[in-house]
């Protein structure tokens, strides 16, 4: 919970470990039941959440943290995580855009980590940047020539593949999704005010 005006952050899990370390360095760590780690908020992103209270419910089961955000707290860029009503037509049970591409992106610093020889993305990090980026242009053409020929599932089958090799290039680079969400972000309601695709 942001500890200026209450809003809610997110929810997660911790255990004694992770909240020792929060205790201990002010600044909020969980742990992860499907990877069976301690991992600290904001580590790969710098969105961290630094602790300013700390409160337990009445059953002992619960705890409240209130802190002080560091940028975006939800992984799509959004302040928080709970930013879609449950009765908005937007609201959809499959996976989030930005959850997809978080994804991507994990699965890939997982090829950088731990390479395989039948990972086709481990190929492409492994033939380096100028591999990478010829990919990303191949593709962009695809996506162009597809786009004049008007077909629809074309034009998403092509457009995927140029996302797939941007986000790998991003990986390449180390730049996190929410990164590019923060720099959409800014580009909105600033017509006249500095160029760019959405002015």
Same mark, same amino acid.
């Not at 002010?26 to 710098?46: A, C, P």
């Not at 086709?120 to 053409?141: F, M, N, P, Q």
């Given at each position: #919970?942001?500890?200026?005006?209450? +809003?809610?952050?997110?929810?997660? !899990?911790?255990?004694?470990?992770?909240? #020792?370390?929060?205790? *201990?360095?002010?600044?909020?760590? !969980?742990?992860?039941?499907?990877? #069976?780690?301690?991992? *600290?908020?904001?580590?790969t992103s710098g969105h961290k959440l630094q602790l300013k209270d700390l409160f337990?419910?009445? @059953?002992?089961?619960?705890?409240?943290?209130?802190? *002080?955000?560091? $940028?975006? +707290?939800?992984?799509? $860029? *959004?302040?928080?995580?709970? !930013?879609?009503?449950? @009765?908005?037509?937007? +609201?959809?049970t499959s996976e989030s855009w930005g959850g997809i591409l978080e994804r991507l992106y994990q699965t890939i610093q997982e090829r950088k980590r731990q390479p395989s020889s039948e990972s086709y993305t481990s190929k492409l990090l492994e033939g380096g940047v100028d591999r990478i980026l010829k990919k990303v242009v191949e593709e962009a053409g695809e996506v162009a020539i597809a786009g004049k020929g008007g077909k629809k599932d074309e034009i998403v089958y092509e457009t995927a593949d140029l996302l797939f090799h941007t986000v790998v290039a991003l990986g390449y680079h180390n730049i996190t999704p929410q990164e590019i969400y923060q720099e959409l972000a800014t580009r909105f309601g600033t017509s006249g005010l500095r160029k760019g695709p959405t002015s």
């Amino acid at each position: #919970q942001d500890w200026r005006d209450g +809003t809610v952050l997110m929810v997660a !899990f911790m255990n004694q470990e992770a909240l #020792q370390k929060t205790i *201990e360095t002010k600044s909020v760590h !969980f742990w992860s039941r499907s990877r #069976q780690t301690l991992w *600290e908020k904001g580590e790969t992103s710098g969105h961290k959440l630094q602790l300013k209270d700390l409160f337990l419910d009445c @059953d002992g089961d619960a705890l409240l943290v209130k802190v *002080e955000p560091v $940028g975006p +707290t939800c992984h799509t $860029g *959004e302040r928080a995580c709970f !930013f879609s009503r449950l @009765d908005s037509p937007e +609201t959809t049970t499959s996976e989030s855009w930005g959850g997809i591409l978080e994804r991507l992106y994990q699965t890939i610093q997982e090829r950088k980590r731990q390479p395989s020889s039948e990972s086709y993305t481990s190929k492409l990090l492994e033939g380096g940047v100028d591999r990478i980026l010829k990919k990303v242009v191949e593709e962009a053409g695809e996506v162009a020539i597809a786009g004049k020929g008007g077909k629809k599932d074309e034009i998403v089958y092509e457009t995927a593949d140029l996302l797939f090799h941007t986000v790998v290039a991003l990986g390449y680079h180390n730049i996190t999704p929410q990164e590019i969400y923060q720099e959409l972000a800014t580009r909105f309601g600033t017509s006249g005010l500095r160029k760019g695709p959405t002015s």
